[in-house]
């Protein structure tokens, strides 16, 4: 039988996944795989923060990936330098602030593996409820956003000539993204957050027939991935994060045999 | 004449030193077809942004009729082959409409068969005609068209001038249009201005054609292609701002 840390784990899994999908199919379409790597990895900074300043890690994680999404948005829109470039900097720098941060408080013990790859099986009750609160907002305002953002992706400059308020939809889908990176540091660690946007999204695209259905039938991926990666972990005895992105990779691979759909 | 829809006076637009548009002065009137040509790097596309509000000009002005309704095509849309959008859920995208009036415009440039579509598989010419009949469903008065034949072969240019000429008739929407397919282009088009950074020459397709700057521009190569395509023109001069320019139209002054 699985046990009380295993159904928490199984709790908090799906509802990441659940918040992943919808917005994995974003960042696939708008090719922003990047950008949520550049977010997961200032997550390791906000850690350090958390500690140094002695606030909790994921509230403290949720404003770090703020910060970086709002400079980032204002930097690229300089034009000084390519995007990726600027995501390249923005990523190692913050990666390694966070590194160089915690090396210098000598006190703490933090586990790094547990923030790099995840550390599921031991969600608590409060981180639950943190996660829930944190994807139904993130949720709402995503299909508050749909229409714009699924115009912006198509078209830019059209859907500004048609009206959409671009920048700040834009800016806003940056911040609620960095809010989801924030809730899935827990569960696949900031090495393997983008893993988590992009497997399930790619997997069901052949059988999706409209954007709609591939972000619903991206979360279900995701919670297959979710359930079969701690199946497996917890019958094999293997790391959890990792485990749930190796099943993932599994449904993406079993998933392309199907023909795809138009 | 009735007011015109666009006025753009005196246009300077800079990017790192470099001036993409100098002093450029033009307008639009109601139910006109205004093309702009130029070579590659002349500033077409900007102009066009700076009309639509898209780019922000460093000086001059830009004045729209008040409300004016503005359809766009943009120059390049590239689905992306991992999203999944018909072409109906596209052309409601950001507007509701009714299946009903969704159908008609397709019908309209006929694209009738493709409502139901994905996106992604349309041809090059097919999406053209997918673009222009969505830009139709805003009923606009102007149309602003940026490369609108691009990636078509001969036969389909030919086919989506005459149709842009006739939603022009149909539908009394002026058409504003950037192409460097100069001599198919010719034929379908009211009145011409010649870019290069600031405005070569401008009036109707034929006396551009005879144009000095006009064909220092293109290469008196281009002539024989123009010849067969032109038609018949009514004289009616526009006027040329450029300094030093020896254009015949220089002393028109009924343009511009």
Known sequence: MFDDFMLRALIAGCGVALVAGPFGTFVVWRRMAYFGDTLAHSALLGVALGFLLEVDPMLAVMLVCLLVALLLFFLQRQQRLPSDTLLGILSHSTLSLGLVTIAFMEELRIDLLA????????????????????????????????????????????????????DLVQLSFSCLLALVVAIMMKVVGLLLITSLFILPAAAVRRLSRSPEQMAVLAALAGVVSVSGGLYGSWQFDTPAGPSIVVAATLLFTFLQLFPARQ | ????????????????????????SCHINPAEILTLIGPNGAGKTSLLKVALGLMK???GKVVRSENLRIGYMPQKLIIDRTFPLSVARFMRLTGHYSEMQMQQALDEVGAGRMLNASLANLSGGELQRVLLGRALLRRPQLLVLDEPVQGVDVQGQVELFKLIGRLRDNFGCAVLMVSHDLHLVMAATDRVICLNQHICCTGTPAAVQRDEQFLKLFGPAILPHLAVYSHDVQHQHGSCPNQGCSCPLGEGGADV
Do not use: K, Q
């Not at chain 1, 993130?138 to 959409?164: K, Q, S």
């Open chain 2, 1 to 24: 004449m009735a007011d015109p829809l666009l006025v753009l006076n005196d246009i300077c637009l800079v990017r790192n030193r470099r001036h993409i548009l100098e002093n450029v």
């Open chain 1, 115 to 166: 923030y790099l790859f995840g550390d599921i099986l031991a969600v608590g009750r409060s981180d639950i409820l943190m996660i829930y609160i944190s994807a139904l907002i993130a949720l709402g305002m995503l299909m508050y956003l749909w229409r714009p953002l699924l115009a912006i992706t198509l078209h830019e400059d059209l859907a500004r000539v048609e009206g959409v308020r671009v």
């Open chain 2, 57 to 59: 000009a460093d000086s």
